[in-house]
């Protein structure tokens, strides 16, 4: 992967410890470097004298150490040493030859001692851990004390007792130092960040809709990113119904499940839009990069949670920087994410040395103004390179995250449509349609199936189609249902069973009905289904009618066949009466004048009408009993060895 950062320019870095050694040192007394002899020097506002221990393994006679009120050279034992009183601070061993910081200690104002050891000092590393500034200050001091047995603090140790001997400066070049420190870092991750898995981590700007808005047990909001993030829902069917939530960040894991919102928002059809333009998100995640930033730095000069007596000078630094990064982001021109996190700390390191050395709130507290300088810009050095050698910048530190938010290339820009139903997000727009083919007419007391289908009018999703409630209604005399409710299958349909009253010339109508559980219609909701009622049929009347008429035969008993000739005529009384011929090969009738007859009878066989002749059974058979006319007798002989074929003329 390409790195993620450049190094700071190397005329940065010269002309902040050039400028910072000609920078006026009050009070001059209390640095070792001043001309002006006394017998016996001030003691600094606000600070104790602290004692410093030197484990007998380390050379650091040719040492001075400094605080950040005060320096001592280690050649003059009688030379006492001042620290601030009321907050703990690193102490700095400078190798009086090189000028460089070759050990580092931290003060604690109760127990006023300061122990520089080859473990002290590696201990005293472990804030340049990104993730170090994250942790609460239970968890710093639990992280302390376990990270000591783990592999990962052992194998800096032993860089460090190298760095030591060869009296090179602590905050090293060396490339294992930096990747001991991420190891570190890494040691953090697992213990401290749950279900961390950075090849699965979502990035500002590749995240997909459906990551933050979630169906868990109701609708549910994730914050799949580790900063501040607006989702407004806007209805769609309430221009004054509009609800604003604001996620929290999301922890340094692929899932961000500890950041989740349950918003109550009622059952409804919403626009949803999530972005991180909204002016109190932004707000939020610029004070978040400015305040990461400045931890990383400062922690390893001041610690994590300054005093009471720091706050005003923070107070301070982070009001500029706050300045400085705002203008920055409206100044650039689509920087790339290295250069983002490249220029904001050298912002925070300008920011922080100017603060230091102008008049202000922070001169009167840090008085030992070069070496702090010199801590600011190899602390911002360091940074630098363990960010680049990191595969991500999302795995190790928070300060990418609020500053990604800031810029618009990087920024969470999503919105979708979508429906709540029932306390459900449903990934699409839904509404009821018709699907019904009704008749135009049936008979009274008939069965109609009415149906009902729910239809996405958009979607960026799959959605459940099955459990959607439709609920059934007819007036008064408009028939009877099978079930008052019913719910949508699989295919999204729900069903009713319609059996119509029994009124003739009649005009009937069936609701349906879907609602949301505030009482308010879907879509398409309701639907009003009407259907229109005729006369009753008399169904033996029409057979009768449709028997009336000629009929040609064909008989046939495995010879040659013989055609006949019927003709079936209807009495006043109703009845019906037959008569037929034998037809010569040319159509004559054979005996023209003395027909065979019959009174046949209409008889009821298996759900269809047939005509009895005697012995045998000629039966006009349509394809449904209740479909009219037939349009053919069909002609059944007693011993089964004659069929006959019938077509009505």
């Known amino acids: 992967m390409k790195s993620l950062f450049r190094y700071l320019p190397i005329f940065l870095l010269f002309a902040f410890l050039i400028g910072c050694q000609d920078e006026d040192m009050a009070p001059a007394s209390n640095d070792p470097d001043d001309d002006l002899v006394q017998d016996e020097k001030p003691q600094p506002n606000n600070s104790q004298e602290v004692i410093i221990v030197v484990d007998e393994s380390l050379d650091f006679s040719n040492y001075e150490i400094h605080t950040l009120v005060d320096s001592i050279s280690l050649n003059d034992p009688d030379e006492k040493l001042y620290a601030p009183e009321d907050y703990t601070s690193t102490v700095y061993a400078i190798d009086n030859e090189s000028g460089e910081i070759n050990a580092v200690g931290q003060y604690n104002p109760t127990t006023k001692t300061v122990n520089f050891g080859p473990e ?318 009704f008749e135009s007419e049936y008979l009274p007391g008939d069965k109609v199936s009415v149906q009902v289908k729910m239809n996405a009018k958009s979607n960026y999703g799959e959605w459940e189609k099955s459990g959607y409630k439709v609920s059934w209604s007819v007036p008064p005399l408009n028939g009877e249902l099978n079930a008052l409710f019913s719910d949508t299958n699989e295919e999204g349909i729900a069903t009713v069973l319609w059996t119509l009253p029994q009124q003739e010339n009649a005009v009937v109508n069936l609701t349906a009905e879907l609602k949301d559980q505030e009482g308010d219609h879907l879509y398409g909701s309701p639907m009003n289904f009407q259907v229109n009622i005729t006369e009753k049929v008399d169904s033996l009347a029409l057979y009768r009618q449709a028997a009336v008429g000629t009929w040609d035969v064909v008989a046939s008993n495995g010879g040659s066949p013989v055609n006949y000739e019927y003709v079936i005529e209807m009495r006043e009384d109703g009845s019906l009466f037959a008569k037929w011929w034998s037809l010569y090969e040319n159509g004559e009738r054979y005996n023209p004048c003395c027909p065979w007859t019959r009174v046949p009878k209409v008889q009821e066989i298996d759900g269809r009408y047939h005509l009895n002749f005697f012995l045998n059974l000629h039966a006009v058979q349509p394809t449904d009993p209740l479909t009219y006319p037939p349009t053919t007798v069909n002609h059944y002989h007693p011993n089964g060895t004659v069929s006959y074929a019938c077509t009505k003329r």
């Open 120 to 437: 002290t000092i590696t201990e005293s590393l472990l804030h340049l851990a990104p993730l170090y500034n994250s942790l609460t200050e239970q968890e710093r001091l639990d992280f302390i004390n376990r990270v000591k047995g783990d592999d990962s603090f052992m194998a800096l140790l032993e860089t460090v007792n190298i760095i030591l001997s060869n009296k090179e400066p602590i905050y090293s070049e060396r490339p294992e130092f930096t990747d001991q420190i991420l190891a570190i870092n890494d040691f953090i991750i697992q213990n401290y960040f749950s279900n961390n898995n950075p090849n699965d981590r979502v990035l500002n700007g590749d995240e997909a809709f459906s990551d933050f808005i979630k169906n868990d047990q109701g609708l549910a909001i994730y914050n799949e990113v580790s900063s501040y993030v607006s989702v407004k829902f806007k209805s769609l069917t309430d221009d004054n119904y509009t609800k604003k939530f604001i996620l929290n960040p999301g922890p340094l894991t692929p899932i961000g499940k500890e950041t989740i919102e349950r918003p109550f928002i009622n059952d409804d059809y919403y626009h949803v839009s999530i972005d991180q333009t909204d002016e109190e998100v932004y707000e939020r995640n610029l004070d978040k990069a400015v305040n990461k930033f400045l931890g990383a730095i400062m922690s390893g000069i001041i610690g994590v949670n300054p005093a009471e007596g720091l706050k005003g000078c923070v107070s301070t630094i982070s009001g500029e920087l706050i300045k400085t990064f705002r203008t920055y982001v409206l100044e650039s021109n689509n920087p790339s994410n290295e250069k983002i996190l490249t220029d904001f700390i050298s912002a925070t390191v300008n920011v922080l040395k100017q603060s230091i050395t102008d008049n202000g709130k922070c001169t009167s507290i840090f008085l030992n103004k070069r070496i702090i300088s010199q801590a600011i810009v190899a602390n911002a050095n360091l940074i630098f390179k363990i960010y680049k050698a990191a595969k991500f910048a999302y795995d190790v530190s928070e300060a990418s995250a609020y500053s990604f938010a800031l810029f618009e290339k990087t920024q969470i820009k999503l919105d979708e449509n979508l429906q709540k139903y029932r306390g459900n997000p449903i990934p699409a727009i839904l509404e009821a349609v018709d699907v019904n083919s």
